[in-house]
């Protein structure tokens, strides 16, 4: 008597299910195509988050994919992790560029093992590059020592002697 | 339409399933109907609503979609639990579920600046690993099937790799972070760059690591969890796919050599290869359960059998015809209930919740956000191929709790911090930038 119910029940489940994974899949369709007009319009707009095309990946470039966003939220700026005579989590704007060291420059470092001019940090339209001035030990990106002119990224870590410092933008 | 309205609404479909699956159930146990899975269901979405309301105000840009698929994959769980072991278990579940939206709330209220964990990370990868060898602590550990997986105390017993696999992501993301510039660079020596040494120092160790959890826990399962995670940051970290074949092989190097010298890994993949081979059907621990599941999931058919009617017991006897039914072999059960449909439903609400998890790691705009969003993600992919992979005899069959499906505390509590670091990550890449 109730074997009927208990089919359509089965049936309903399953119907339910699969209407629910569609709908969501449609979404989710829909979101890439609308992201993909996003950067065809160029690259304006408010609409499209996206992720430029060429790596896969997107972490590896230079450019930050929602730099082409507009100009609203770009702040470069370092944070002080921790640092002789520096308050830490207080940030420094990096808008106008600024040079490291423990002399007379913009950032000034209490640290024995910092130069007198130890580093700068320049921005190039939208890329903050970080370069050592040949001081005597070193400027450690995210753990590597710094040759030449390095594009920096949000996120990245800047040592020098015993002071760290984020990068976020 | 606002992500949030999206979310309410997708959260209809679910309190729907659970409701007709509880109801079939019912109809099948006690042959009438009763208000009583009505009562599930309302209790179901009231669980989901507040969740919904709680992530509408920490995380109003999350993605929609993410809460509403694992409530879909959970009420598939809490209906099979019902159906197989009644309604107590379903309780103890349901029970669990509640103790996993808690700890979901909790997370995200404690880490809502959830790179704060980058600090630990040192910590939480102790803490992961103390985790994984607690099993083998004498006294502590539950052996069965030939691994040590589960430790017990007093009243419950705790699934360690679970929660490790959170912290392991968690770590992986935070150093590869770090030091996937050095990784990329490095010498070239025959036409491949060698990463420095003291660089691929961890790495290694941790490939070390992945085949002594093999050899120690004796879990093949959960290490290949693991490793996969591994190679999925690594290459994200490094876009470079030869560092994931170089892998690959080292695993497969690994993975052959202890299965020619470890029996019991052995015995797995003599039952893998031969279920129906007379010896190891009736040998103890062996290939009974896999032989029996297979016969389950071939009477499911297109569209299965209905709620409650795949043969889980002996007809006639109380003796297991397939053993472990809420955990190990859930998928088996589901698919002989719902057929090749209700499985393959199941398959694609993980493959759409994988799917917003690297959704959420493209959005993001740092790298730490983006790696542990793609570790998070690919951990649940393993974890569910794995175990699914085994149950359908594509590997060898271990036994890793189906996420969010199978029966189990520890594993439902790990996998609500998962999902709410997944959130964490989602809400802040999805901000809206302010218009130029």
């Not at chain 1, 001035?133 to 594009?151: A, D, F, I, K, R």
């Not at chain 2, 520890?410 to 218009?435: H, T």
Request: charged share 15%; glycine share 12%; proline share 6%.
């Amino acid at each position: 008597m109730l074997q009927p119910v208990s089919v359509g029940l089965k049936l309903g489940f399953l119907i339910i299910l699969y209407l629910f994974l569609i709908w969501v899949a449609a979404s989710t369709l829909f979101d890439l195509r609308r992201g993909v007009r996003g950067v065809r319009g160029g690259g304006g707009g408010g609409g499209g988050r996206t992720v430029v095309a060429g790596e896969a990946t997107s972490i590896h470039e230079t450019v930050d994919p929602t730099a082409l966003l507009g100009d609203g939220n770009f702040e470069p700026r370092l944070v002080v992790e921790h640092a002789t005579g520096h308050e830490p989590g207080v940030a420094y704007d990096l808008m106008e560029p600024v040079t490291l060291g423990r002399g007379d420059v913009e950032l000034k470092l209490e640290d024995p093992f910092a130069s007198t001019r130890h580093a700068t940090i320049t921005r190039q339209g939208r890329t903050l590059v970080l370069a050592d001035l040949g001081s005597t030990n070193g400027t450690y990106l995210n753990g590597e020592p710094v040759t030449g002119p390095q594009p920096l990224h949000d996120g990245d870590r800047i040592r020098i002697g015993d002071s760290e410092f984020t990068y976020l933008q | 339409m606002r992500a949030r309205n999206w979310e309410l609404i997708s959260l209809v479909p679910a309190a729907l399933l659970v409701s007709a699956g509880f109801a079939a159930v019912y109809i099948q146990r006690a042959n009438q109907l009763e208000t009583v899975s009505l009562i599930y269901g309302a209790i179901f979405l009231g669980l989901c609503l507040g969740a919904h309301i709680f992530i509408r105000i920490t995380l109003p840009h999350a993605d929609p979609f993410i809460f509403p698929l694992v409530a879909v994959l959970a009420c598939y769980g809490l209906v099979m639990i019902y159906r197989i072991d009644g309604a107590t278990e379903a309780r103890v579940q349901a029970q669990w579920f509640v103790l996993g939206l808690l700890l979901f709330a909790a997370t995200i209220v404690w880490f809502r600046d959830y790179r704060r964990l980058e600090h630990y990370r040192y910590l939480i990868m102790t803490g992961s690993v103390v985790l994984l060898l607690l099993p083998r602590v004498p006294g502590l550990g539950v052996y069965s099937g030939g691994a040590y997986l589960a430790i017990h105390l007093p009243g419950i017993t705790f699934q360690p790799p679970e929660f490790a696999k959170v912290g392991v992501v968690i770590f992986l993301s935070s150093y590869l972070r770090d030091h996937r510039q050095a990784l990329a660079s490095g010498r070239r020596i025959l036409g491949y760059r060698i990463p420095p040494l003291k660089h691929l120092g961890p790495l290694l160790a941790l490939w070390g690591a992945a085949m002594l959890a093999l050899v120690v826990i004796g879990d093949i399962g959960s290490s290949l969890m693991f490793y996969g995670a591994l190679l999925a940051i690594v290459y994200v970290a490094t876009d470079r796919i030869s560092f994931v074949f170089f892998g690959v092989v080292a695993f497969g190097v690994g993975s052959w050599f202890l299965a020619t010298h470890i029996p019991h890994i052995d015995a797995r993949i003599q039952d893998w290869l031969h279920p129906f081979n007379p010896t190891l059907y009736t040998a103890p621990l062996g290939s009974y359960q896999l032989a029996n599941a297979q016969f389950a999931m071939a009477a499911g058919g297109l569209f299965g059998q209905g709620f409650g009617q795949t043969l889980l017991y002996i007809p006639g006897t109380t003796n297991a015809l397939i053993p472990f039914p809420s955990t190990d072999m859930v998928f088996s059960v589901i698919t002989g209930d719902l057929g090749l449909f209700g499985a393959v439903g199941l398959l694609v609400t993980y493959l759409l919740f994988i799917s917003r998890g690297f959704k959420a790691a493209m959005l993001a705009r740092d790298s730490f956000s983006k790696l542990l969003a793609v570790g998070l993600s690919t951990v649940i992919a393993v974890q569910v191929f794995v175990i699914v992979g085994g149950v359908a005899r594509v590997i060898p069959f271990t036994g890793v709790p189906l996420p969010f499906v199978a029966y189990g505390g520890s594993s439902i509590l790990a996998n609500f911090v998962l999902v709410a670091l997944l959130l964490l990550i989602s809400d802040r890449a999805r901000q809206p930038q302010p218009a130029p």
